[in-house]
């Protein structure tokens, strides 16, 4: 009888944390995940949880109006060819995959899947064969402690199974995989305050991109800025085939591609004339729902 009062004082405890519990922004939200069953936060978390995540994404810098005519050069450009358009149908197929993973962190699902369209052969499940390692749709290579854990709490399973499971190529581990892409740039863009920085951060790693920073003669702490302030620092081209200069432009333009598709229409009728026509370009916006 004793230890069914302890546990009963226990469950009415985490009850209570629960129920006062809000959430600043996506690291509250993971902590509140975390205990959670099955890595469901959309229907327990509630409007107000998600609306502070709102909040905090104020704070980051979105796609700048500068970014247009680099998106457009890659639809007229390298993207044009028909192989782009079937990648891009392709992506389509793991739709669901890459919308609960925008559920879970609010970041943009056209964006997640502009990543995997870029860098996975039209979102496939691949490894890496350049030699960085990466694996899967979002390409991971050395996602760090902090993100394994998060991943884990997510999804309801330990960090050693976490740390596992989006390396694998099955349904569970495609989906770990793009979680996991989604909580890595949702961090690298709380880094910089800064949507398209951070994408960056998440292809060159936040290291080098302050070296890049400085090398365009910004100074720390590093912090809301526009790609267009250090373009041209930014090498044209980096190891085994990387290009780091386009590597954001390449996955916008993927995510315009995705969205046509998702919505019917013809993919490369024309070039995009306003920023509104990229997905996620405003931060603040994420989360809300489309017309």
């Known amino acids: 009888m004793p230890k069914f009062w302890l546990w009963l004082g226990v469950i009415i405890t985490?009850?209570?944390?629960?129920?006062?519990?809000?959430?600043?922004?996506?690291?509250?939200?993971?902590?509140?995940?975390?205990?959670?069953?099955?890595?469901?936060?959309?229907?327990?978390?509630g409007k107000e949880c998600v609306a502070k995540i709102q909040a905090s994404r104020k704070n980051i810098v979105g796609i700048e109006p500068n970014e247009l005519k680099y998106v457009n050069q890659q639809l007229k450009g390298e993207y044009s060819v028909p192989v782009w358009s079937a990648r891009a149908r392709s992506c389509l197929k793991h739709w669901p995959q890459f919308a609960k993973?925008?559920?879970?962190?609010?970041?943009?699902?056209?964006?997640?899947?502009?990543?995997?369209?870029?860098e996975a052969l039209g979102c496939q499940f691949i490894k890496a064969t350049n030699g960085d390692g990466g694996v899967g749709p979002m390409q991971i290579t050395t996602p760090d402690s902090t993100d394994?854990?998060?991943?884990?709490?997510?999804?309801?399973?330990?960090?050693?199974?976490?740390?596992?499971?989006?390396?694998?190529?099955?349904?569970?581990?495609?989906?770990?995989?793009?979680?996991?892409?989604?909580?890595?740039?949702?961090?690298?863009?709380?880094?910089?305050?800064?949507?398209?920085?951070?994408m960056l951060a998440y292809n060159r790693g936040a290291g080098n991109v302050k070296k890049d920073m400085r090398r365009g003669k910004l100074s720390s702490p590093y912090?809301?800025?526009?790609?267009?302030?250090?373009?041209?620092?930014?090498?044209?081209?980096?190891?085994?085939?990387?290009?780091?200069?386009?590597?954001?432009?390449?996955?916008?333009?993927?995510?315009?591609?995705?969205?046509?598709?998702?919505?019917g229409l013809a993919i490369l009728t024309s070039p995009i004339r306003s920023i509104q026509e990229i997905p996620g370009y405003n931060p603040a916006q994420d989360g809300e729902k489309k017309p």
């Open 14 to 45: 985490l009850l209570g944390v629960i129920t006062q519990s809000g959430c600043k922004g996506t690291e509250e939200m993971r902590e509140l995940v975390a205990q959670m069953e099955e890595g469901k936060p959309s229907s327990q978390c």
């Open 148 to 198: 394994i854990k998060d991943l884990g709490r997510m999804l309801g399973v330990s960090t050693a199974d976490a740390k596992k499971r989006y390396r694998v190529n099955s349904e569970d581990g495609y989906n770990a995989n793009v979680l996991l892409g989604a909580i890595m740039l949702s961090r690298a863009e709380n880094t910089f305050q800064s949507r398209g920085v951070g």
């Open 101 to 118: 993973a925008s559920e879970l962190t609010l970041y943009p699902a056209e964006l997640l899947a502009g990543k995997a369209f870029v």
């Open 223 to 263: 912090l809301r800025h526009h790609l267009s302030d250090f373009r041209g620092a930014v090498p044209t081209k980096a190891g085994k085939g990387g290009r780091p200069q386009i590597y954001v432009d390449r996955i916008l333009a993927g995510a315009v591609m995705i969205d046509r598709a998702h919505r």
